[in-house]
């Protein structure tokens, strides 16, 4: 089972952190710079793997990583887990976040949060791999992205057109002796009929 996903950069600022299971925000905070720790320490050359530190778990589980230019991708997994899967995990992570932000860095982790998170659950859900075929997790993201479209559109669509009806249906249920416009009165008003007093 996976235990923790971590991406850090080269100075241990934490990108993305999803921990599957629970621990207090002291506590993690403290994982992560453990980990930092013991990754930064090593070779480029030695194996991507190594025993998790005393914090995650100790010697039942392991840290399985890949650095790919300033950033560390960091599974944390028990012993019931193949490392050079998680190794292959971490791949087509990398490569699905490649292919939806063409060239990703560590500026699309940040402003694009709640889309690497997105990418991450459809990869791994409560600490068990869900998919690993890249077709798959892009379609099922690209399915998410016309969703968020076609939602925006009806917000947009009622936020225009709703909001003034709303408004006026409002004050006349507070007020309903005021004498108000007809809306579409409203609509058709410029600013140009106003006088500046």
Do not use: W
């Not at 934490?14 to 905070?29: A, C, D, G, N, V």
């Not at 403290?30 to 090593?42: A, G, H, M, P, Y």
């Not at 019931?80 to 087509?92: A, C, K, P």
Request: glycine share 6%; aromatic share 10%.
């Amino acid at each position: 089972m996976i235990k923790a996903c971590l991406i850090f950069n080269n100075h241990g600022k934490p990108r993305l952190t999803k921990f599957f299971t629970y621990f207090p925000e002291e506590e993690q905070q403290q994982i992560i710079r453990e980990t930092f720790l013991l990754l930064s320490k090593r070779e480029d050359s030695v194996c991507n793997f190594l025993e998790g530190g005393k914090l995650i778990g100790g010697s039942d589980f392991r840290l399985v990583y890949r650095h790919y230019a300033t950033l560390y991708f960091v599974f944390c997994v028990d012993s019931s887990e193949s490392e050079l899967g998680i190794l292959d995990l971490i791949q087509v992570f990398v490569e699905t976040l490649d292919r939806c932000f063409e060239n990703v860095c560590e500026l699309d982790l940040i402003f694009h949060m709640d889309k690497v998170h997105y990418i991450l659950q459809e990869i791994v859900m409560g600490g068990m791999v869900v998919e690993t075929n890249q077709t798959e997790i892009l379609t099922h993201i690209e399915a998410q992205q016309r969703i968020e479209k076609q939602e925006a559109g009806v917000f947009r669509a009622k936020r225009m057109g709703g909001a003034p009806a709303r408004a006026l249906s409002a004050a006349k249920s507070i007020a309903p002796n005021v004498n108000l416009p007809k809306l579409s009165d409203l609509q058709n008003l410029s600013l140009s009929s106003f006088k500046k007093m």
